[in-house]
Nanobody, 126 residues
Framework: QVQLVESGGGSVQAGGSLRLSCAAS???????????MAWFRQAPGKEREGVAT????????IYADSVKGRFTISRDNAKNMLYLQMNSLRSEDTGMYYC????????????????WGQGTQVTVSS
């Protein structure tokens, strides 16, 4: 059974950086690389929104407009890991951050992802 566990969240001042990690398990050998992975976030009182993912084939990355130029998504298929480097953090980046997996390309659409982690909290103070 696929399991996703996020870590790396915390409290930081505006302008600071955090690196989130997502450890994926339960994949049969060598299949993690075939899954589309993404980061989502949910602020209090708001809907969950897509933050970053990879294009079909994984040759490029896709970001929400609000994080372009500040966040970088990456993955290490050998370690079954997903990362999100977040720089120049703003108060509006505050929220619970989730990693998600899908066997098919899902873009930044929450409805297209089958597997979700429990989330890691990011709090940015101004």
């Amino acid at each position: 059974q696929v399991q996703l566990v996020e870590s790396g969240g915390g409290s930081v001042q505006a302008g600071g950086s955090l690196r989130l990690s997502c450890a994926a398990s339960g994949f049969t050998s060598g299949t993690y690389s075939k899954y589309y992975m993404a980061w989502f976030r949910q602020a209090p009182g708001k809907e969950r929104e897509g933050v970053a993912t990879f294009s079909p084939g994984g040759s490029s990355t896709i970001y929400a407009d609000s994080v372009k130029g500040r966040f970088t998504i990456s993955r290490d298929n050998a370690k079954n890991m997903l990362y999100l480097q977040m720089n120049s953090l703003r108060s509006e980046d505050t929220g619970m951050y989730y990693c998600a997996a899908s066997r098919a390309f899902g873009g930044l659409d929450t409805a297209r992802y089958n597997y979700w982690g429990q989330g890691t909290q990011v709090t940015v103070s101004s």
